[in-house]
């Protein structure tokens, strides 16, 4: 990881968010059932240890890996998120509702959403639809 990034920096070229094991979206899940794998036993999805690459800087990120949720992802992945968030679901109707906001979100941003954007939709659904120019 440190060499791949001081080639960069000597080359003046940058690496590919999706390049493997040096990217920023290495370790970064998103889809249904790559979370739900990776959650269960992280080696489902991951060939290195973050440790071995000099990658997962602790105080950024904890484990090294990201869940993040994006268009494709799944009720596991969102429980993940706003668990660590501290957002509880009444039900899994709820959850499932949120989710599919989350998505749409997702799809209309294209990109990640921040955590304040995760707090919005879990918190006030209804605005959050309405704001979206995709409609749920």
């Known amino acids: 990881w440190k060499i791949a990034h001081y080639a960069a920096y000597a080359f003046k070229v940058p690496i ?12 970064a899940h998103s889809s249904g059932i790559h979370v739900d794998g990776a959650l269960k036993d992280r080696k489902n999805y991951e060939l290195y240890e973050f440790e071995e690459l000099g990658r997962g800087e602790p105080e950024i990120i904890e484990t090294g890996r990201m869940i993040i949720l994006g268009e494709y ?28 906001l989350a998505r749409y979100a997702n799809v ?19 605005e959050a639809r309405l704001l979206m120019t995709v409609t749920p």
């Open 16 to 27: 590919s968010i999706n390049q493997v094991g040096v990217g920023s979206n290495a370790f």
């Open 108 to 126: 209309h941003k294209q990109k990640p959403l921040t955590d304040d954007e995760l707090l919005f939709i879990a918190r006030h659904p209804e």
């Open 73 to 100: 992802s799944g009720i596991k992945g969102l429980r993940n998120i706003y668990g660590k968030l501290e957002v509880e679901f009444k039900d899994e109707n709820e959850a499932r509702e949120i989710l599919e």
